[in-house]
């Protein structure tokens, strides 16, 4: 690891109280658990059988998002 990305998450640790292990296997565990867009996307796509305007892809995104 970069000893500048290195300093960078020490800092972030230390303003979590947390030790990096700690901080690090957090933000893992909250990445993991993140849903990806396209995932997001494609559950929007299965619900309107491939055929949804844009108004709607907006608004079933933004509560996909919410309820995340």
């Given at each position: 690891m970069p000893d500048d990305m290195h300093k960078k998450?020490?800092?972030k640790a230390?303003?979590?109280?947390q030790s990096l292990q700690q901080y690090l296997l957090g933000e893992l565990h909250r990445a993991?658990?993140?849903t990806s867009i396209t995932d997001v996307l494609n559950e929007i796509e299965a619900r309107c059988d491939g055929r949804v305007g844009f108004e709607q892809a907006?608004?079933?995104l933004a509560e996909g998002r919410s309820q995340r």
């Open positions: 998450l020490q800092l230390r303003e979590h109280n993991s658990e993140r907006a608004k079933d």
